[in-house]
């Protein structure tokens, strides 16, 4: 996801008042982008025990965007309380940008109280704040945020221009937080209660924004956007500008609650924005049926086309997927995003760790979302799509702190691919009703969610597997175990002995791996326990026989394993060739 960054440099001049009786002076010119810091750039990092030691109530970002300079000046206003007594703040702020000021209850702090060595800003109090007192920081700064490279992948704000040449503007920062443009806490955790943005930009630029819309106003040829957010996230807070045109609807949920749907596209794709809006209505009730109600509905099901692919920004999901149409009948892009709505905003994972939590879990909806609409067909050649993609050269989850480069560069795609698989593997051993129930447990933290009766929530891998032995009165961890902390997949073992098959599971470390397996003899069903991980059929004579015929289980499988290198060493050989 790293890659070189653009080097611009920024002739500006700032003038402000000087105070009685002395010279008006400008402060330090803006600096050159460059780029962060490896603290910066690894968003996830653990917590330090001043963040750990507050809730965060509040956040108010001003924002003033210039596209011209492609620099930005800002000013948080962060709110906190203190949990246990505390002498100094910290929040993330790439120390690429210039601090003009920072103030802690609207008094000045000197400049000997802040430091900002590697991108994590730490402020000396004047005085010692108090278990249960609240604190308002507020941060002034300005300069050039991270130009993202290849965004989404690659993090920062994108600095594009629509077909007609119109400044079209995004931040997508997922993998090295929110940081690259605001001061927060840079970690899954970090979220503030609640928060409000007020955009600046250009007229007649358009700021489509998370939650919900508090107006706008103009003056002096510039236009502020006003965006009021309930259920606020990190990487999920979100920069969309252009000349945006948008479309309105209302969803009526099964819940009884009213949805306001919006979508905002670039002039020109109207008739397009109309044919994919059409598509919110099919995923809302497929999402809400399955699981419970849309967890924003208070806010909005919102879409906006960005100058990159897509990111799960919460009511405000990025989408740009061109509009192409698919032999499924559906936008998958759209439908991973929204995914993320469940899976991602409303639960989020405490740690990266567990990132298979959010991106297993959406990759997985697809599949599903197949099998709702057009049944088991196309829901298994979804899956062996995913299937064929695996990797397997990290373990899913380690059990340790994980930065989101951590997984980005170790597990990688498997927490997508790998993670549907092994869900499909476990709903076909648990069966449907236990199977939702844990997911709508791990969701919404109840089985009977209804909008107003539940927040956002956090959770772990070893949550939801207690929430599974919980339900089926089973110990499912051996499952879990094999499948999330090794990174090589269990292998089933097949002999053919005379009239007898026999079967046996590996597992890399030899643990037990009891996962009962179907075997198909002539045209007879037979499912074999394997206790203790091993188990025979008889045979016929003469009988043919299919090892897991519906394709239940997620397993080594050789000839998967042969395709993958063949394709690699063609690619390969025909890269070397030009």
Same mark, same amino acid.
């Given at each position: 996801? !790293?890659?070189?960054? *653009?080097?611009?440099?920024?002739?500006?001049?700032?003038?402000?008042?000087?105070?009685?009786?002395?010279?008006?002076?400008?402060?330090?010119?803006?600096?050159? =982008?460059?780029?962060?810091?490896?603290?910066?750039?690894?968003?996830?990092?653990?917590?330090?025990?001043?963040?750990?030691?507050?809730?965060?109530?509040?956040?108010?970002?001003?924002?003033?965007?210039?596209?011209?300079?492609?620099? #930005?000046?800002?000013?948080?206003? *962060?709110?906190?309380?203190?949990?246990?007594?505390?002498?100094? %703040?910290?929040?993330?702020?790439?120390? +690429?940008?210039?601090?003009?000021?920072?103030?802690?209850?609207?008094?000045?702090?000197?400049?000997?109280?802040?430091?900002?060595?590697?991108?994590?800003?730490?402020?000396?109090?004047?005085?010692?704040?108090?278990?249960?007192?609240?604190?308002?920081?507020?941060?002034?700064?300005?300069?050039?945020?991270?130009?993202?490279?290849?965004?989404?992948?690659?993090?920062?704000?994108?600095?594009?221009?629509?077909?007609?040449?119109?400044?079209?503007?995004? =931040?997508?920062?997922?993998?090295?937080?929110?940081?690259?443009?605001?001061?927060?806490?840079?970690?899954?955790?970090?979220?503030?209660?609640?928060?409000?943005?007020? #955009?600046?930009?250009?007229?007649?630029?358009?700021?489509?924004?998370?939650?919900?819309?508090?107006? =706008?106003?103009?003056?002096?040829?510039?236009?502020?956007?006003?965006?009021?957010?309930?259920?606020?996230?990190?990487?999920?807070?979100?920069?969309?500008?252009?000349?945006?045109?948008? %479309?309105? /609807?209302?969803?009526?949920?099964?819940?009884?609650?009213? #949805?306001?749907?919006?979508?905002?596209?670039?002039?020109?794709?109207?008739? !397009?924005?109309?044919? *994919?809006?059409?598509?919110?209505?099919?995923?809302?009730?497929?999402?809400?049926?399955?699981?419970?109600?849309?967890?924003?509905?208070?806010?909005?099901?919102?879409?906006?086309?960005?100058?990159?692919?897509?990111?799960?920004?919460?009511? @405000?999901?990025?989408? $740009?997927?061109?509009?192409?149409?698919?032999?499924?009948?559906?936008?998958?892009l759209l439908h991973h995003e929204f995914s993320h709505e469940?899976?991602g905003n409303q639960m989020t994972n405490e740690n990266w760790?567990?990132?298979?939590?959010?991106e297993g879990f959406a990759s997985y909806m697809q599949p %599903?979302?197949?099998?709702?609409?057009?049944?088991?067909?196309?829901?298994?050649?979804?899956?062996?799509?995913?299937?064929?993609?695996?990797?397997?050269?990290?373990?899913?989850?380690? $059990?340790?702190?994980?930065?989101?480069?951590?997984?980005?560069?170790?597990?990688?795609?498997?927490?997508?691919?790998?993670?549907?698989?092994?869900?499909?593997?476990?709903?076909?051993?648990?069966?449907?009703?236990?199977?939702?129930?844990?997911?709508?447990?791990?969701?919404?933290?109840? &089985?009977?969610?209804?909008?107003? +009766?539940?927040?956002?929530?956090?959770?772990?891998?070893?949550?939801? @597997?207690?929430?599974?032995?919980?339900?089926?009165?089973?110990?499912?961890?051996?499952?879990?175990?094999?499948?999330?902390?090794?990174?090589?997949?269990?292998?089933?073992?097949?002999?053919?002995?005379?009239?007898?098959?026999?079967?046996?599971?590996?597992?890399?470390?030899?643990?037990?791996?009891?996962?009962?397996? /179907?075997? &198909?003899?002539?045209?007879?069903?037979?499912?074999?326990?394997?206790?203790?991980?091993?188990?025979?059929?008889? *045979?016929?004579?003469?009988?043919?026989?299919?090892?897991?015929?519906?394709?239940?289980?997620?397993?080594?499988?050789?000839?998967?394993?042969?395709?993958?290198?063949?394709?690699?060493?063609?690619?390969?050989?025909?890269?070397? =060739?030009?």
């Amino acid at each position: 996801m !790293k890659s070189s960054f *653009l080097s611009v440099l920024i002739a500006t001049t700032f003038f402000v008042q000087a105070q009685a009786q002395a010279q008006a002076q400008a402060p330090k010119p803006l600096p050159v =982008s460059s780029v962060p810091t490896p603290f910066t750039m690894s968003s996830g990092t653990q917590r330090s025990p001043e963040q750990l030691a507050v809730i965060f109530e509040n956040a108010d970002l001003t924002l003033r965007l210039d596209p011209e300079t492609r620099s #930005i000046k800002g000013t948080a206003i *962060l709110r906190f309380t203190a949990k246990s007594n505390l002498q100094k %703040l910290a929040v993330e702020l790439d120390k +690429n940008f210039e601090v003009d000021d920072v103030k802690i209850n609207q008094v000045v702090l000197g400049s000997d109280a802040i430091s900002n060595p590697e991108g994590r800003l730490y402020l000396s109090l004047q005085q010692e704040l108090r278990k249960g007192e609240q604190v308002e920081l507020s941060i002034s700064y300005r300069g050039i945020p991270r130009i993202a490279q290849r965004a989404p992948w690659d993090g920062g704000f994108v600095w594009s221009k629509t077909p007609a040449g119109a400044p079209w503007i995004a =931040s997508a920062v997922q993998g090295e937080g929110c940081d690259l443009f605001w001061p927060c806490i840079d970690h899954p955790m970090g979220k503030p209660k609640q928060m409000s943005l007020h #955009i600046s930009v250009p007229a007649p630029l358009v700021v489509a924004g998370n939650g919900m819309s508090q107006g =706008s106003e103009e003056k002096d040829g510039w236009r502020t956007y006003h965006w009021k957010i309930k259920h606020p996230s990190t990487y999920g807070i979100a920069i969309n500008v252009a000349p945006y045109e948008v %479309l309105e /609807e209302s969803y009526q949920s099964r819940f009884g609650n009213q #949805i306001a749907l919006k979508m905002w596209y670039l002039a020109g794709n109207r008739e !397009k924005a109309k044919g *994919l809006m059409s598509e919110f209505g099919p995923m809302l009730d497929f999402f809400e049926s399955r699981f419970g109600p849309y967890p924003f509905g208070d806010e909005k099901m919102g879409v906006v086309e960005t100058p990159h692919l897509g990111m799960e920004h919460q009511t @405000i999901n990025a989408y $740009g997927n061109d509009y192409k149409k698919s032999p499924h009948g559906y936008d998958w892009l759209l439908h991973h995003e929204f995914s993320h709505e469940w899976f991602g905003n409303q639960m989020t994972n405490e740690n990266w760790d567990d990132f298979w939590l959010h991106e297993g879990f959406a990759s997985y909806m697809q599949p %599903l979302y197949l099998q709702y609409l057009r049944g088991e067909r196309d829901y298994q050649v979804s899956l062996h799509e995913q299937r064929i993609r695996i990797v397997n050269k990290f373990p899913m989850v380690t $059990g340790h702190s994980m930065s989101e480069h951590d997984v980005s560069n170790g597990p990688g795609n498997d927490v997508y691919f790998k993670g549907s698989n092994i869900l499909h593997t476990l709903r076909g051993q648990i069966g449907d009703q236990n199977f939702f129930k844990a997911v709508r447990l791990l969701v919404y933290g109840r &089985l009977d969610p209804k909008p107003g +009766n539940f927040t956002p929530r956090y959770s772990t891998s070893r949550e939801f @597997i207690e929430i599974v032995n919980g339900l089926t009165k089973k110990d499912w961890t051996w499952f879990f175990h094999a499948y999330l902390r090794h990174a090589t997949l269990p292998s089933l073992v097949s002999n053919r002995d005379g009239n007898i098959l026999k079967l046996s599971w590996k597992v890399a470390d030899g643990s037990n791996f009891p996962l009962p397996v /179907e075997v &198909l003899v002539n045209d007879k069903l037979v499912k074999v326990p394997m206790e203790n991980g091993q188990g025979s059929v008889h *045979l016929p004579a003469h009988a043919t026989f299919t090892i897991d015929p519906g394709s239940k289980i997620l397993k080594h499988e050789p000839n998967i394993v042969e395709w993958a290198a063949d394709t690699a060493a063609r690619a390969k050989a025909a890269r070397n =060739s030009r």
